[in-house]
Every structure is written in C-alpha cells, then in structure tokens.
Antibody, heavy 120, light 107 residues
Framework: QVQLQESGPGLVKPSETLSLTCAVS??????????WGWVRQPPGKGLQWIGS??????TYSPSLKSRVSISVDTSKNQFSLKLTSVAAADTAVYFC?????????????WGLGTLVTVSS | DIQMTQSPSSLSASVGDTVTLSCRAG??????LNWYQQKPGKAPKLLIY???TLQDGVPSRFRGSGSETDFTLTITNLQPEDFASYYC?????????FGQGTKVDMK
C-alpha cells in the first residue's frame, strides 16, 4: 500500500520560500506511470490544486505559476514543492498526493497533510 | 481555469436519507470529473472518478452521474460516517480545479 508523508517547516516568514518534501513508501516515485502533486487548504476553506509533475512535464495552477516549482528525486523516492515570496495568504495545510491515469487523472493516495503558517 | 460550482454549499440530513450533491463546470468536461470526501482534520479520500466509476473499497451507496457540464453525487441510505465535506474536481485540462465543496451535516 502506497503511503505519502509530508515534511518541512511549520512556520515560514513572509517573503521567504516555503519548501516541503513528500516521502513515498510502498511504491516508487515513477513519473512515467503516475502524477505526483500538491494540494493546499487554507484554514476553514476548500481545496486548491497547486500543481503536479508527470512524464509530460510539470503543470501549475495559473494563480501560483510564477512562484511554484515541483521536482522529483527518484534516488530518495520523494518529491518536493517550493513556493517563493510567501505571504499570509499562503498559510494552509499542504497535502501531497499521487495521481493515477486509469480512465482519467484522479488523486488516489494522499498524505496526511502538514500545516504551514506564514508569519513573522 | 475551469470554474467548478458546487451546490448547495451545505445541507442537513438524517441517517437513512438520500442526498444529492451537484457540481457544475464552466465548460464541457466530458467525464473528466472526480469526487472526494473529506472529514475534519483528515486528508481527502477519492470516492468516484471519471464521473461514475466507484473507487475500490468505496461503498455502493455512493453513486456518481452526469456528463458534459453537470454532475451529481448521490448518497443513498446516509450513514453516520458519511457526514463530511464533498468536493468535485475536474482534470479535463492540465490545470486541475476543485469545487468549493458541499458540507453534509447532521440534522
């Protein structure tokens, strides 16, 4: 059974870079077969897709595209998120997830989520 | 971005009820529509993909239907563990988007 676990600082200062890692166990981070992506949820609000990586490349939410990057490290079986120039509005629970492509893309395995607060 | 609009934003129901949640897309999606359930403090859980395909292990009381721009999630014989928030998601374009969610709470 594939498991995903987010890690990274819980507190980031405004204007700095948020960096999170998602460790994958029970399977390999293989972009040829799966999407690997990030979703966030501000406190009390809904889900926002951040972006994903697949063999075809990376895709990001247009609203975050200028500040976000997602990469994979197959040697460590993990993938990462970087979000630059953060502000209070970036405070959220950040989830990593795996996407399958059976019939259509869908996110079938999720990490537990990690709260990141942007504050000085 | 494709705008996804869910209705209602919340509803109250009782155990044993049948509830219907709606999701409308800003453009035709064919069947590129997924449904997730989320309980407080937990990660979302995939219920249905491709508009109507039940994810492995999900009870058959959950049913997805619809096509093009209008989709529905129906929960029959509502159980105590079904009180949660539900989100639709389109993956028709490379830029995926979620609806704002429908919260189902106990009447």
């Amino acid at each position: 059974q594939v498991q995903l676990q987010e890690s990274g600082p819980g507190l980031v200062k405004p204007s700095e870079t948020l960096s999170l890692t998602c460790a994958v166990s029970g399977g390999s981070v293989n972009i040829n077969y799966f999407y690997w992506g990030w979703v966030r949820q501000p406190p009390g609000k809904g889900l926002q897709w951040i972006g994903s990586i697949y063999y075809t490349g990376t895709t990001y939410s247009p609203s975050l595209k200028s500040r976000v990057s997602i990469s994979v490290d197959t040697s460590k079986n993990q993938f990462s998120l970087k979000l630059t120039s953060v502000a209070a509005a970036d405070t959220a629970v950040y989830f990593c997830a795996r996407g399958r492509t059976r019939e259509i893309p869908h996110l079938d395995h999720w990490g537990l989520g990690t709260l990141v607060t942007v504050s000085s | 971005d494709i705008q996804m609009t869910q209705s209602p934003s919340s509803l109250s129901a009782s155990v044993g009820d049948t509830v219907t949640l709606s999701c409308r897309a800003g453009q035709i999606l064919n069947s590129f529509l997924n449904w997730y359930q989320q309980k407080p403090g937990k990660a979302p859980k995939l219920l249905i993909y491709a508009a109507s395909t039940l994810q492995d292990g999900v009870p058959s009381r959950f049913r997805g239907s619809g096509s093009e721009t209008d989709f529905t999630l129906t929960i029959t014989n509502l159980q105590p563990e079904d009180f949660a928030s539900y989100y639709c998601q389109q993956t028709y374009t490379d830029s995926w988007t979620f609806g704002q969610g429908t919260k189902v709470d106990m009447k």
